[in-house]
């Protein structure tokens, strides 16, 4: 018995020594703190973990693993992290940090390191918020691996008024993450206090933000992660590469979560399955035209792969047509929508209250509740909207303002984002 007890404290002592982190028991940590949309902080949610638990994890990385070079995460890396007992969001920061700092760096970059998230998506709601959080933290650790090469963003010049100016469509920007002190000086110094990523750095961005999507939900479509890091707007068809909008305008939307609870995308998508099956000659038509709609609008917009056709720029100029044929498209997307079975009696309480106002409406991401997007005319007034959202928030909803054709991840100064968190 004395031997076995022995034998137990030299096991145990050969752990610890194997957990001992180097460089002086360097700690990361991750602290992560939800906001709502008027502001008020949600408490922090912290996690540590010793720089040697994370060398031993970055040493099951390829070697040339790094911010610039991307590798599918090896089963032996997810097998490590999960053996650490950690949540959802922690596995994804482990996957991203252990992947992309240099094997010969893990020691020097990790000795003291906290990385703070706070975001003001709505989570769950299908807007994105897991590629947002994976964008933003490969951006903000290849800057802080590699530096990036950043063009400096005017934030009195956002690309929409650059665009309205020279008679372009119009587009805004989106998406940031945060810097270290002294590239923060050098922003502030140079006037703008924002910077974007090149567009071969956002490539390789985009390759990491996807192997984060993928530790959340095993096989992503990649166009979250895509429009996350590029920005702008994307035509997604199955089957098809994604697409860019090339003249997207600044639609301007509102954005209504309904907050129906134990929505399930596999079980929605799973009834248009059987739908399908049990009356393909009715359902596949309306799949059919739904799909077709869509293109209208990518035609009336163009891309590299489909042109505006000359009547079309011609309507699009006049924005009274141009509203008109956006609020015919919504309009009939969403009745095409609830005959495959995808509504929900809350969202057809968010589209009654918007027509009422103006607002052409339809439901996002895989419905049975979610969010709702209201499309915001030329037409529309402040009080319109301010009617509209007051409704909403009788209902129990929330409802919030946004515009399509954003950039995607940007750089701040500390002055910038912390006018972009408040």
């Known amino acids: 018995q004395q031997q076995q007890q022995q034998q137990q404290q030299e096991q145990q002592q050969q752990q610890q020594q194997q957990r001992q982190p180097r460089d002086g028991g360097g700690q990361v940590q991750l602290t992560i703190q939800h906001s709502s949309l008027d502001g008020k902080l949600g408490p922090e949610v912290a996690h ?15 070697e040339e693993a790094c911010a610039a070079v991307c590798f599918d995460t090896p089963e032996e890396v997810t097998e490590a992290i999960a053996a650490l007992g950690v949540d959802v969001p922690s596995s994804v920061f482990l996957v991203l940090l252990t992947g992309m700092v240099p094997l010969e760096e893990i020691g020097q970059r990790l000795r003291s390191v906290r990385v703070h998230v706070r975001s003001k998506l709505p989570l769950g709601a299908g807007l994105g918020s897991s590629a947002s959080y994976c964008g933003a933290l490969v951006t903000g650790i290849a800057h802080w691996v590699s ?74 479509s990649g166009v979250d992660n895509t429009i996350t890091v590029f920005g702008g707007a994307v035509v997604y068809r199955k089957g098809h590469d994604i697409d860019f909008l090339t003249h997207v305008p600044a639609l301007h939307l509102l954005i209504t979560n309904t907050r129906v609870p134990d929505r399930s995308t596999k079980t929605l998508v799973a009834g248009v ?14 799949i059919t035209a739904i799909d077709k709609l869509c293109l209208r609008f990518v035609r009336l917009v163009g891309t590299d792969k489909l042109p505006v056709i000359d009547d079309e720029v011609k309507t699009a100029k006049d924005d009274a047509i141009f509203d ?31 027509n009422k106002h103006g607002l052409p409406s339809k439901l996002t991401g895989a419905g049975g509740g979610g969010c709702v997007i209201s499309y915001v005319p030329s037409t529309a007034t402040a009080e319109h909207i301010a009617a509209f959202q007051k409704e909403m928030t009788e209902l129990g909803f929330e409802s919030f303002t946004t515009t399509i054709g954003q950039h995607g991840v940007l750089i701040h100064d500390n002055t910038t984002l912390d006018q972009v968190w408040h």
Do not use: C, F
Request: proline share 5%; hydrophobic share 40%; charged share 20%.
């Open 48 to 62: 540590s973990w010793s720089v040697a638990e994370l060398a031993k994890i970055r040493a099951l990385w390829p």
């Open 147 to 220: 530096k990036l090469a950043l063009t400096p963003v005017d934030q009195d010049q956002t690309p929409t008024s650059a665009a309205r100016k020279q008679g372009k469509k119009e587009h805004v920007h989106d998406v940031a993450v945060d810097v270290d002190e002294v590239e923060s000086k050098k922003l502030a110094q140079s006037g703008h206090g924002s910077a974007e990523p090149s567009h071969n750095d956002k490539k390789l961005l985009n390759q990491w933000s996807y192997q984060g999507e993928r530790v959340i939900h095993g096989n992503p």
């Open 273 to 286: 399955g059987r739908l399908l099956a049990e009356m393909p000659d009715v359902i596949d038509p309306v």
């Open 324 to 354: 008109a044929t956006i609020t015919s498209l919504i309009r009939v997307n969403q009745q095409l929508l609830n005959a495959i079975g995808v509504g929900h009696t809350a969202i057809d309480q968010v589209v009654a209250h918007a």
